[in-house]
C-alpha cells in the first residue's frame, strides 16, 4: 500500500501565489545542544507534527497515518545520512525522491518536511552542528525533483531550499532555535504562526525542521 501512495501522482490543485521566501539570517553566537533541547521542550508542538516526529500515527486516519509513518521513516534516515557527515548527493536521493510528492495538498506533506529539514540542516551547519558539506549536499539533492513527481507550488518551494531561501515563518522560528538570549514567548508566537500556515504545511515544515534537532539531542539523552 505503501507504494501505491509513494507511486501515485501529486494532488494537482488551483494556482496559488507563491509562498513568500527568504534567506536565514543567522544570529552571532553559538549553537548549544542544551539551548536546542530547552527551546524544544518549550514548543507547542501540533498532533500532526508529534506524529511525523515519533512515527506514531494513532487518532489519524488509515491512509493519512500510513503517509505520517512512511515520511517518519524516510525523514529518520535523511537526518542519520546527515549527521553522518555524507557529502555525497547520490546518498540523499533515495530518501528524497520516496517522499516527493507524498500526500495530499498544494504542498504534500513529504515535500514541507525535506524543506523543513534544509532550513534547520543549514542553521545547524552554520553553528558546526552538522557538517556544512553535508548540509549542501543535501540540499543540492532538492534541486534535482522532475517537474512531475510534486505539485509546482511543491517544487518551487524545494528549488528555493536547495538555493539557500526558505517560508518566512519556517525562517523566523529555525533563526529563534538554539539562541544563546532565549526568548521562549517570542519563539512560541513564530511557531503559532509557522503552524497556521494552510491546512498541515506548517506543521510539517516545522516536523521537518524538528527531525533534525531531535536527530541531534537523541544521544545526549540516551547517556
Same mark, same amino acid.
Given at each position: 500500500?505503501? @507504494? +501505491?501512495?509513494a507511486d501515485a501522482p501529486p494532488t494537482r490543485a488551483k494556482p496559488r501565489k507563491p509562498v513568500p521566501c527568504r534567506a536565514l539570517e543567522i544570529p552571532p553566537g553559538r549553537v548549544a545542544v542544551e539551548a536546542l533541547v530547552r527551546d524544544l521542550a518549550a514548543l507547542p508542538i501540533p498532533a500532526r507534527s508529534v /506524529?511525523?516526529?515519533?512515527?506514531?500515527?494513532?487518532?489519524?486516519?488509515?491512509?493519512?497515518?500510513?503517509?505520517?509513518?512512511?515520511?517518519? @521513516?524516510?525523514?529518520?534516515?535523511l537526518v542519520a545520512t546527515l549527521l553522518r557527515g555524507d557529502v555525497r548527493v547520490v546518498a540523499y536521493r533515495p530518501d528524497v525522491s520516496a517522499l516527493t510528492g507524498l500526500g495530499p495538498g498544494l504542498t504534500p506533506t513529504g515535500d514541507d518536511v525535506l524543506v523543513g529539514l534544509a532550513a534547520m540542516s543549514k542553521r545547524l551547519a552554520a553553528a558546526g552542528i552538522v557538517e556544512a558539506r553535508a548540509a549542501t549536499a543535501y540540499a543540492t539533492s532538492l534541486a534535482g525533483v522532475a517537474a512531475a513527481e510534486t505539485t509546482p507550488a511543491a517544487r518551487e518551494l524545494l528549488v528555493a531550499a536547495s538555493k539557500g531561501q526558505y517560508p518566512t515563518a519556517l525562517a523566523a522560528v529555525v533563526e529563534a532555535m538554539g539562541s544563546e538570549k532565549p +526568548?521562549?514567548?517570542?519563539?512560541?508566537?513564530? /511557531?503559532?504562526?509557522?503552524?497556521?500556515?494552510?491546512?498541515?504545511?506548517?506543521? +510539517?515544515l516545522l516536523a521537518g525542521a524538528l527531525a533534525l534537532v531531535r536527530g541531534v539531542i537523541e544521544p545526549r539523552e540516551r547517556r
Open positions: 500500500m505503501l @507504494a +501505491d501512495l /506524529a511525523l516526529l515519533t512515527g506514531n500515527a494513532t487518532g489519524f486516519g488509515e491512509v493519512e497515518g500510513l503517509v505520517l509513518k512512511w515520511t517518519h @521513516a524516510r525523514s529518520r534516515s +526568548d521562549r514567548p517570542a519563539l512560541k508566537e513564530k /511557531a503559532g504562526r509557522l503552524v497556521a500556515m494552510g491546512a498541515h504545511s506548517g506543521a +510539517d
